[in-house]
C-alpha cells in the first residue's frame, strides 16, 4: 500500500522560510515524479513544482508565481522530497499537499493537470504580514 506523508508546515512571517518534507513508501518504482501543490481556502487546488527522480539525477519544474522563491529537491532518504521556501509572502497561505506517481506521463503535464495517483493529507502552512 502506497503511503504519501508530509512534513515540515507552520506559521511564519512574511519575507521568512519554511522547508517541507514528504516521504513516499510502499512503491516499487525507479523512475517517479513527486511534486507540491497547495490549495487556498475557496481556491482550486495549484501546482507548486515537481521533481522527476530517475537513477543519477533529477529534473525540477517550477509554477511561475514560485520561481526564483522555491526549490524542490530530493531528499536524503529514498523516496522523499524537500520543498525550501523562501520569502513567504501572504499569498502564499495554503495547505500543502505532496503527490507522487509513476513516469508513465511527464511530470510537467502532471504539474499542469495535478493527476497524480498518490496524495499525502496536507501541512499548514500560515504566512503573516
Known amino acids: 500500500q502506497v503511503q504519501v506523508v508530509e512534513s515540515g508546515g507552520g506559521s511564519v512571517q512574511a519575507g521568512g522560510s519554511l522547508r517541507l518534507s514528504c516521504a513516499a513508501s510502499?512503491?516499487?518504482?525507479?523512475?517517479?515524479?513527486m511534486g507540491w501543490f497547495r490549495q487556498a481556502p475557496g481556491k482550486e487546488r495549484e501546482g507548486v513544482a515537481v521533481?522527476?527522480?530517475?537513477?543519477?539525477?533529477?529534473?525540477?519544474y517550477y509554477a511561475d508565481s514560485v520561481k526564483a522563491r522555491f526549490t524542490i529537491s530530493q531528499g536524503d532518504a529514498e523516496n522523499t522530497v524537500y520543498l525550501q521556501m523562501n520569502n513567504l509572502n501572504p499569498e502564499d497561505n495554503a495547505m500543502y499537499y505532496c503527490?507522487?506517481?509513476?513516469?508513465?506521463?511527464?511530470?510537467?503535464?502532471?504539474?499542469?493537470?495535478?493527476?497524480?495517483?498518490?496524495w499525502g493529507q496536507g501541512t499548514q502552512v500560515t504566512v503573516s504580514s
Open positions: 503527490a507522487g506517481d509513476s513516469d508513465d506521463y511527464s511530470c510537467t503535464w502532471r504539474l499542469m493537470t495535478r493527476r497524480f495517483d498518490y
Open positions: 510502499g512503491w516499487k518504482y525507479s523512475r517517479f515524479c
Open positions: 521533481i522527476y527522480m530517475y537513477t543519477g539525477g533529477t529534473t525540477a
